[in-house]
């Protein structure tokens, strides 16, 4: 099985201050790695995902995450935020094999302050 | 290009009753998949359906289940209706539902159980 921890359940920041959301996973198999966003009222929008290759991986809005397979983590980054970067944010894997299942932690609620 | 449909967006149902939930994926989308989403268990998986064959089943009683039809559209419905049952009703498609696929997700269905 597979279960995803995210240390922080809220995370304040300062506007223009960079930030960054952990993220430590379990598996007994090789996963993929997942970071979604989610909007007040709305569903998940996917951030950047991680398949292979190289282990920093680019996303939307300016983000980018590190998968490290020796610590089993993959934190999320951003350099410089903004007011609308206020969201809940959630780390998820799902098996490499199979149908793809979503497992997810338990959100980081992101609150900038101007 | 449309994103994940569901419909209603919001309902009200009272104890004891039945709901039915739909899901239009996105355009050659064969995978969909349901989740629920409550403040207190997060986000957790329900089934996925792949060319109308459930391929998935999380940690959810038999009052839950689902179908997909030949046109990859999917309903879920929840039986014998509980509180607990009160939570935001996610759907998600993806092309093939593995191999990495992109999932993408709609605004989800608010069921409120009174």
């Known amino acids: 099985a597979q279960s995803v921890t995210q240390l922080d359940s809220q995370v304040p920041v300062f506007e223009e201050a960079p930030v960054e959301l952990r993220c430590n996973y379990s598996s007994s198999v090789s996963v993929y790695l997942f970071w979604y966003v989610q909007y007040p009222n709305q569903g998940l929008q996917l951030l950047l995902k991680?398949?292979?290759?190289?282990?920093l991986v680019k996303g939307i809005n300016g983000f980018e995450a590190e998968f490290n397979k020796s610590q089993t983590s993959f934190h999320l980054r951003k350099p410089s935020v903004h007011i609308s970067d206020t969201a809940e944010y959630f780390c998820?894997?799902?098996?490499?094999?199979?149908?793809?299942?979503?497992?997810f932690g338990q959100g980081t609620r992101l609150t900038i302050n101007p | 290009k449309a994103g994940v449909t569901q419909t209603p967006r919001y309902l009200i149902k009272t104890r004891g009753q039945q709901v039915t939930l739909s899901c239009s994926p996105i355009s050659g989308h064969r995978s969909v998949s349901w989740y629920q989403q409550t403040p207190g268990q997060g986000l957790q998986f329900l089934f996925e359906?792949?060319?109308?064959?459930?391929?998935n089943k999380g940690n959810f009683p038999g009052r839950f289940s689902g179908r997909q039809f030949s046109n990859s559209r999917s309903e879920m419905n929840v039986s014998t209706l509980e509180l607990g049952d009160s939570a935001l009703y996610l759907c998600?498609?993806?092309?093939?539902?593995?191999?990495?696929?992109?999932?993408?997700f709609g605004e989800g269905s608010w069921l409120t159980v009174v």
């Open positions: 359906y792949f060319s109308e064959t459930q391929r």
């Open positions: 998820a894997v799902s098996k490499i094999q199979g149908a793809q299942k979503l497992v």
């Open positions: 991680y398949l292979s290759g190289s282990t």
């Open positions: 998600a498609s993806s092309l093939t539902g593995s191999e990495g696929n992109t999932i993408y």
